[in-house]
């Protein structure tokens, strides 16, 4: 029986055009600055993003913490999401390594609102205050059901940031799937914020790999920071080299994703299983299972079955369309989890 792995759109295998691609890489040393493949994309990842500068990081966690080291110092305030990945997946490491304070925004709703942004910015005049830096914003917002926003709804939150002398980060770790829900340019985006993390390594479909995009100069400290983390790299063109077949050719396809994330929503809400309501849903479906389940016996039941999903929270489930999981087993994945949910 196959095992359909929705867990997360990271789990993602790179297809034969990107083995090819790998195999067939043109590398040197990275750290020299020296790895044609990786220069490349990171060409084309600043020009995609409308930014002047990106580089290559292992990780969305090391982009976003790249980005955090670079915009703050010691004893500054970054301010995060209450249900942002970066304060609640991502190990801790603004504090851990940057010493930085999270000064934590509700963004229930997956942005700021403006006043709660205003409660939290602080000039750092009073010697008692921690100046706040930098705002931290996420699109598409992975708690919040995948929820895409618009540039329109970005420049507004950030264009508050900016008035309070605030830098912008975003984590984009799923950006173009915002960008294709919107049919704008990633690029859109990339202009409203100081600095934007892109992943290549979920529904893009590459093994490894996140795009840090800012101005040169900020991309030179990420680069210094990459470095004092242990994450120069050598000749990983290898892993460039599947990121540019990412980046050229599977972009346009998310919409694959999205539509099939819905048709999967369709045969859940007619099997009765409540689902978290997303305006502008992408790839992602949550849903919840009856009081008092218990979620490790219903995973454990979807696997018997051939399913994987992941738990998202206390009763809540997540459930991530991507290249991997065809659209024609979408109905059998769906009335395989309809069925165990009943069985709860
Ligand atoms: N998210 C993972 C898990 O960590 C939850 C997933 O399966 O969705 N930003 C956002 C919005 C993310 O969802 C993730 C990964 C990251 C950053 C971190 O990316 P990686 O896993 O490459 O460090």
């Known amino acids: 029986m196959p095992l359909w792995d929705l867990r997360s759109d990271t789990v993602t295998r790179p297809c034969a055009v990107m083995r090819k691609a790998m195999a067939e890489a043109v590398v040197g040393d990275d750290v020299y600055g020296e790895d044609p493949t990786i220069l490349e994309l990171e060409r084309e990842g600043a020009c995609r993003l409308g930014k002047e500068a990106a580089l290559f990081a292992a990780s969305g966690t090391m982009g976003n913490l790249l980005a955090l080291l670079s915009h703050c110092g010691r004893g500054e305030g970054a301010v995060v999401g209450s249900r942002s990945h970066t304060y609640h997946h991502e190990a801790g490491g603004m504090a851990a390594l940057g010493g930085i304070m999270p000064l934590v925004v509700d963004d229930a709703g997956g942005l700021p609102s403006v006043d709660g942004l205003l409660a939290l910015c602080n000039d750092g005049r009073d010697v008692h205050a921690v100046k706040t830096t ?43 799937n915002a960008a294709v829900v919107f049919g704008v340019d990633a690029a859109q985006y990339g202009s409203l914020v100081d600095s934007v993390q892109v992943c290549l390594s979920k529904g893009l479909g590459a093994p490894v790999g996140s795009l840090l995009c800012g101005t040169e100069a900020f991309i030179g400290r990420a680069r210094k920071w990459r470095k004092c983390l242990g994450g120069g790299m050598r000749q990983a063109g290898v892993l460039a080299a599947a990121g540019l077949v990412a980046l050229r050719s599977r972009v346009d396809r998310l919409c694959e994703d999205h539509e099939k994330a819905r048709r999967l929503e369709k045969v859940l809400r007619e099997g009765g299983v409540s689902l978290m309501e997303v305006p502008d849903a992408t790839n992602m479906v949550y849903f919840h299972l009856p009081s008092g389940s218990d979620e490790e016996r219903f995973i454990a039941a979807c696997r018997d079955e051939g399913v994987l999903v992941g738990i998202a929270g206390p009763g809540l489930v997540r459930a991530v369309a991507h290249l991997d999981v065809p659209a024609e087993v979408i109905d059998a994945v769906g009335k395989t989890l309809v069925e165990v949910v009943r069985s709860l």
């Open 134 to 176: 930098l705002l931290c914003l996420e699109n598409t917002h992975n708690a919040c059901g995948g929820r895409a926003f618009s540039p329109k709804a970005i420049a507004e939150i950030c264009n508050v940031a900016h008035e309070r002398d605030l830098s912008v980060h975003l984590d984009g770790a799923r950006l173009f």
